[in-house]
Nanobody, 122 residues
Framework: QVQVVESGGGLVQVGGSLRLSCTAS????????MGWFRQAPGKEREGVAC????????YYADSVKGRFTISRDNAKNTLYLQMNSLKPEDTAMYYC???????????????WGKGTLVTISL
């Protein structure tokens, strides 16, 4: 049974940092491209950062470029999102997703986990 568990969310002040993790089981992790998505209240889900099978190619939404870094450790079946210089508009539920093909973006990914909540306070 495939299971994906996100962790690392929490409440931090503006300008702070968080590191999210997504650990997968029941699948061959490096068979999949992976990504982080987020959904704020009243807004559509958006792709934040995505990464190809080896980690050699990444994509970032303009809103997080220079502040967020996506990485993966295939030996640990884990995806990471290092988030620095956090802003109030980063407040959202963050989800891990996977896909079969790399399009140079977060296109085509799904199979969401349950998410981890990130809240940025002023």
């Amino acid at each position: 049974q495939v299971q994906v568990v996100e962790s690392g969310g929490g409440l931090v002040q503006v300008g702070g940092s968080l590191r999210l993790s997504c650990t997968a089981s029941g699948l061959t992790f490096d068979d999949y491209v992976m990504g982080w998505f987020r959904q704020a209240p009243g807004k559509e889900r958006e792709g934040v950062a995505c990464i190809n099978w080896s980690g050699g190619s990444t994509y970032y939404a303009d809103s997080v470029k220079g502040r967020f870094t996506i990485s993966r450790d295939n030996a640990k079946n884990t995806l990471y999102l290092q988030m620095n210089s956090l802003k109030p508009e980063d407040t959202a539920m963050y989800y891990c997703a996977r896909g079969d093909y790399w399009y140079g973006s977060c296109y085509g990914m799904g199979y969401w986990g349950k998410g981890t909540l990130v809240t940025i306070s002023l």
